[in-house]
């Protein structure tokens, strides 16, 4: 493969998303939720032991014939991301999940996790819902499996959504929990992108590498509960908006869905706009900014920041762009790589120790597929 990888893919791909909103563009709206819910648990599943890009990019290397260690490292070293999980060993250019690491299998990991920490049993939840943009099949919905997994009888549904998909759960999960005598809801995320890459495809599509190096595999749940006024984790200013004239759509996979229900050969792969994200990205974590801030939580009064993990270097872009100390912004995303509809909740997961006992932490989600954003406070 000719040695120009590196220099396909934008400078500003590992999360250093530029560009802002245009002037002249209507301001962006969100909606936001009204009051808060308490955070009664947490819970975060990620198949197997980490790989480090080295192993990697040795495997492909070995097994498929591809020149990866060389370009993989120099690609490694702006996207930051260290380690990722898999649910897939490479053994074949196109493979499903391994046993037991299957999309609704490692949702429901996770969120006997979160059920188990927020001491609340399956049948005691009112609603699980879960988010996703990598199913394990079209139709039923994952969540019918998950709940069937954990031993919830309760009603569920499924968001077909990516990195913002923990947003919309929220305001389905506020109003959910603002019904007198509300019970606990569920929420979780996960996916399983890794399938969706085929190593043969890296020559005709370089961009391909970012499906292979910044992205991981995993899922993360949350337990909530109504306000009770009781002491403890809340959340609250649970927003999501859209960008007005969105461009189209930054990441996308296609094929698979009525309009293409004939992919043909090979596996199902993601198609990045890599320069619409660059351009439009920025404006994502900066509607975010200001919605956060109209509601009284500024950016320098939090003690930690948690953009979407988009890569291992998002963090040092986020500080930078707001001029926040590096300290505070999470960068979780260099163990884990990108989550995708996961990755807030792992993220939550990841900082929620580091956290004293009444201090704040802000989250900005932001996703390319629709030019959506969302977030919340957690008050620990």
Not at 142 to 167: I, L, N
Not at 342 to 357: G, H, M, T
Request: overall charge neutral; hydrophobic content about 45%; glycine content about 10%.
């Amino acid at each position: 493969m000719p040695d120009v990888m590196p220099d396909a893919v934008p400078d500003s791909l590992p999360g250093a998303l530029h560009g802002t909103r245009p002037a002249a563009t209507p301001p962006p709206r969100a909606r936001v939720a009204a009051g808060r819910v308490r955070l009664l648990g947490m819970g975060m599943a990620l198949p197997g032991a980490p790989v480090a890009t080295s192993a990697l990019c040795a495997r492909l290397e070995a097994r498929f014939g591809v020149p990866a260690q060389r370009l993989g490292r120099r690609l490694a070293t702006r996207l930051q991301v260290d380690t990722r999980h898999l649910c897939r060993s490479f053994d074949a250019a196109i493979e499903s999940p391994r046993p037991g690491q299957r999309n609704p299998e490692l949702a429901a990991a996770a969120l006997a996790i979160a059920l188990a920490n927020a001491r609340v049993r399956p049948a005691d939840l009112d609603y699980l819902l879960t988010h996703t943009a990598t199913p394990a099949r079209a139709l039923p919905g994952g969540s019918a499996e998950v709940a069937a997994r954990v031993g919830a009888c309760c009603a569920h549904a499924e968001f077909r959504q990516a990195c913002t998909g923990f947003a919309s759960a929220l305001q389905f999960a506020f109003a959910l929990l603002r019904e007198p005598g509300a019970r606990p809801v569920a929420i979780v995320g996960s996916e399983t992108g890794s399938v969706y890459f085929d190593p043969h495809r890296l020559a005709e599509d370089p961009g391909q590498w970012i499906n292979l190096l910044q992205m991981g595999d995993g899922a993360a749940a949350v337990v909530l509960g109504p306000d009770d006024g009781s002491a403890g984790p809340c959340i609250e200013t649970a927003f999501f908006g859209q960008m007005p004239d969105p461009p189209p759509a930054g990441l996308a996979l296609a094929a698979g869905g009525s309009d293409h229900p004939a992919p043909g050969a090979g596996a199902l792969t993601f198609t990045h706009d890599f320069a619409a994200v660059a351009r439009h990205g920025a404006a994502l974590f900066e509607a975010g900014r200001d919605t956060l801030r109209a509601r009284g939580h500024a950016l320098d009064a939090a003690a930690c920041l948690i953009p979407h993990q988009a890569s291992g270097a998002v963090a040092g872009w986020f500080a930078d762009h707001f001029g926040v100390p590096r300290a505070k912004v999470c960068e979780h995303g260099r163990r884990v790589g990108n989550l995708g509809s996961a990755s807030i909740w792992a993220a939550l997961n990841d900082v929620f120790q580091a956290l004293a006992p009444g201090e704040r932490a802000l989250f900005l989600g932001a996703e390319a597929t629709q030019y959506s954003f969302g977030g919340f406070a957690l008050t620990r």
